[in-house]
T-cell receptor
Framework: EADIYQTPRYLVIGTGKKITLECSQT?????MYWYQQDPGMELHLIHY???????EKGDLSSESTVSRIRTEHFPLTLESARPSHTSQYLC?????????????????FGPGTRLTVT | KNQVEQSPQSLIILEGKNCTLQ??????????LRWYKQDTGRGPVSLTI?????NTKSNGRYTATLDADTKQSSLHITASQLSDSASYIC?????????????FGRGTQLTVWP
């Protein structure tokens, strides 16, 4: 069982609200990721981080923002939620070992946050 | 365009039976291929990861095969159990970035009936 946690697990909010989805891992991994997944569809990378103070946008354009002030913490924020943001959000992390090809790192996923914006 | 296609989209089998799930990919340059199991409402959990030089890898009742020449992979599940009901996702990584970008298939939804 991976030591990566997400809260809340489920969230139903009204349009226009500001929300923050929490993600934390206790494995000391440098790399962290946020994915968005709609039912029956593939995961899409929306944000990633190589380490503290490093954040990048992923393949799928997202109105959300992220921050990485501490290694173990990678929160995602929506300033003004809309119904189009309704989805499942998955956080993941992977190790970064000198001399090891980064592409073979195992990614460990959190349980996800199911967000519904009404 | 890098893509990962899985078939079938969904599958229903009886408990105790075997099944095989397919994955075709066009990701290039290829680094590795992973199979994940995702239970409903949960995050994916890794089953196997195979690099270019590996043809097969097993994890208990799960056996994955890889043909890098034809860019195909399969996941074989033997003696299925009710707990095998889940979505099985094929994921391919490329060598084109230091991030190790992952390309996800849409998954095969497996249902095991008693």
């Amino acid at each position: 069982e991976a030591d990566i946690y997400q809260t809340p697990r489920y969230l139903v909010i009204g349009t226009g609200k500001k929300i923050t989805l929490e993600c934390s891992q206790t494995m000391g991994h440098d790399k962290m990721y946020w994915y968005q997944q709609d039912p029956g569809m593939e995961l899409h990378l929306i944000h990633y981080s190589y380490g503290v103070n490093s954040t990048e946008k992923g393949d799928l354009s997202s109105e959300s923002t992220v921050s990485r002030i501490r290694t173990e913490h990678f929160p995602l924020t929506l300033e003004s939620a809309r119904p189009s943001h309704t989805s499942q959000y998955l956080c993941a992390s992977s190790e970064s070992v000198a001399g090891k090809v980064s592409q073979t790192y195992e990614q460990y996923f959190g349980p996800g946050t199911r967000l519904t914006v009404t | 365009k890098n893509q990962v296609e899985q078939s079938p989209q969904s599958l229903i089998i009886l408990e105790g039976k075997n099944c095989t799930l397919q994955c075709n990919y066009t990701v290039s340059p290829f680094s590795n291929l992973r199979w994940y199991k995702q239970d409903t409402g949960r995050g994916p959990v890794s089953l196997t990861i195979m690099t270019f030089s590996e043809n097969t890898k097993s994890n208990g009742r799960y056996t994955a095969t890889l043909d890098a020449d034809t860019k195909q992979s399969s996941l074989h599940i033997t003696a299925s159990q009710l707990s095998d009901s889940a979505s099985y996702i094929c994921v391919v990584s490329d060598r084109g970035s230091t991030l190790g970008r992952l390309y996800f298939g849409r998954g095969t939804q497996l249902t095991v009936w008693p």
